[in-house]
């Protein structure tokens, strides 16, 4: 968006440099919905049937299904509520993104040995979001 002052144009947002980032955005808000959708699934189920997962034993980050089910249910659902946020195409939605993220990502890394299948396809999936929300944008003109 651009600010006619004194016959000068001033940026008044990030624009990104092309269509394409735009695109990246709306499809990392996607993805970020999905994500944080999975992970609620992934909460409910830890929550709900700690028999159904299989425990390793001497596992470094030993802590209870429960306890890790909660974590993944309020990650997730904050995940959730940023991906809708990010289809408003908001800086604050975007860097609130990649922090809800990359915190997915560590928790699904330490989930890794309860589902390893899950808990990769969910580092994919937030490891994209980052990817995609740090794309390039034109920084803000100061002229």
Known sequence: MASNVGGTHHRTEWA???TWAMGWTAAAAVLMTFGGIMAIFE???AIAKDDIFVTT?????????????????ILGALALAAG???FSGATWARVTGVVLAGLGMIAN?????????WSI?????????????????DEPSRT
């Open 16 to 18: 990104p440099r092309s």
């Open 43 to 45: 909460g409910i189920a």
């Open 57 to 73: 034993p001497n596992f470094t980050y030993a802590f209870s299904l429960t306890g890790w089910g909660w974590i993944h249910l």
């Open 84 to 86: 809708i946020a990010l």
């Open 109 to 117: 890394f330490v989930w890794l040995p309860y589902a390893p299948v």
């Open 121 to 137: 396809t969910l580092m994919v999936v937030y490891g994209f979001v980052i990817w995609a929300l740090c794309a390039p944008r």
